[in-house]
């Protein structure tokens, strides 16, 4: 399987998890506030501190983002590119986003695709502080009520990352027993998932969130992606049982690549490690 090697030494548990109680619900993001103010009212609305959503068609400006790109100093496997401002009202096509904490603060990690004003399709890791709501648009979203998302330096990949740690309970309404993970670089996608629910008894679940990147990709459909450093949302996965029985992962998902290059599409099980992060909301089911 490819592999990147990350700056520091892996540690031995190679999925961070917090097991929680969480919902499902659909909210509005409204217009004129900043895209991470407007994600946490809508949480908030619902007793929520800490989830993830997903979306698909919005207007966003002014807009700012970064792409993956290739490490100039070394110290990191990977970095990102400059930062781009691209004028006029951009189109979002997909994402998703993990919200939770940093430095003690309200904070985003959010990827998708989308077009820009003058018609150039685009993608990448959406900045919080600099990217507005034009137009309210809505979300699908999942709030976690146990767990918090926070970002901390990770010694492996030299970041500083989000990843669940378990918080007091807020006394949201919840629906479901779930789990908030975040999977370390070097293991397959699907592989660890499914590992995961083997070792805590889940049959089926549904998958909300989904924000990270793999060491390229590979997609059932024959498609591939070659450069190794991407940005990631999942459009739609869940966990079933396979014909032997045992759980089996369904991944679709939607990428960039440090050259520009956009793919969506199912990854095929078993040959997609992830490069740096994956951070979902494993929403249990059986």
Request: hydrophobic content about 40%; charged content about 20%; glycine content about 14%.
């Amino acid at each position: 399987m490819r592999s990147i090697k990350q700056p520091g030494a892996p540690r031995a548990e190679r999925i961070q998890w917090v097991e929680a109680r969480g919902r499902a619900f659909k909210f509005t993001l409204q217009a004129g506030l900043p895209l991470l103010e407007a994600a946490r009212r809508g949480f908030a609305a619902e007793g929520f501190t800490s989830g993830v959503l997903n979306f698909g068609r919005g207007t966003l400006g002014p807009f700012a983002y970064v792409m993956p790109a290739l490490s100039k100093t070394g110290e990191n496997a990977a970095f990102y590119s400059e930062t781009f401002r691209p004028k006029g009202v951009t189109r979002t096509k997909l994402g998703g986003m993990t919200l939770g904490m940093r430095d003690g603060a309200p904070f985003f990690h959010c990827h998708g695709l989308w077009t820009e004003a003058d018609g150039r399709p685009g993608g990448g890791h959406m900045l919080p502080d600099e990217t507005v709501v034009v137009e309210p648009f809505e979300v699908e979203a999942f709030g976690v009520d146990g767990a918090m998302f926070t970002a901390e330096p990770d010694p492996e990949t030299n970041f500083k990352l989000f990843g669940p740690v378990p918080a007091g309970s807020s006394g949201a309404r919840t629906t479901s027993r779930a789990f908030a993970l975040r999977l370390r670089p070097n293991q397959d996608f699907a592989f660890c998932l499914e590992a995961f629910c083997r070792e805590h008894g889940i049959s089926r679940a549904k998958i909300h969130g989904g924000v990270g990147s793999t060491i390229g990709a590979r997609f059932t459909a024959g498609g591939v992606t070659e450069p190794f450093a991407t940005e990631l949302a999942v459009t739609a996965a869940t966990i079933a049982s396979g014909p032997s029985g045992a759980p089996e992962a369904t991944l679709d998902i939607a990428l960039i690549d440090y050259t520009g290059g956009i793919a969506e599409g199912r990854l095929i099980r078993g040959d997609n490690p992830v490069l740096m992060t994956m951070e979902l909301v494993l929403e249990v089911l059986g």
